[in-house]
């Protein structure tokens, strides 16, 4: 069975880092590691930080400066650094990616299951 699984998040407190890690798992052909989105109470998920097949990279405005978004093709994961972290990144993270089970197959929309960023001020 093909997933997405996240680890990394916790509790921290204002001006702390933390490292969020997402890798696939399960048999796969291919994977296009899209980017980190996140979703706070009562709120949309959003956009947090992307990155292209050629390593080009962009984020929400509210994170630039702060969060670094890499991935690790070999290891099929995609990293997010996340330093000076605020009380408002408080959320959960969701990663996403597009898998392919076999050559000439479309690519799937995958998202893992989450993972609990809490900023104590």
């Known amino acids: 069975q093909v997933q997405l699984v996240e680890s990394g998040g916790g509790l921290v407190q204002t001006g702390g880092s933390l490292r969020l890690s997402c890798a696939a798992s399960g048999r796969i052909f291919s994977i296009n590691v899209r980017g980190w989105y996140r979703q706070a109470p009562g709120k949309e998920r959003e956009l947090v930080a992307r990155?292209?097949?050629?390593?080009?990279?962009d984020y929400a405005d509210s994170v630039k400066g702060r969060f670094a978004i890499s991935r690790d093709d070999a290891k099929k994961a995609v990293y997010l650094q996340m330093n000076s972290l605020k009380p408002e990144d408080t959320a959960v993270y969701y990663c996403?990616?597009?898998?392919?089970?076999?050559?000439?197959?479309?690519?799937?929309?995958?998202w893992g299951q989450g993972t609990q960023v809490t900023v104590s001020s």
């Open positions: 990155i292209t097949r050629g390593g080009g990279t």
């Open positions: 996403n990616a597009g898998i392919r089970y076999g050559p000439g197959t479309l690519e799937n929309d995958y």
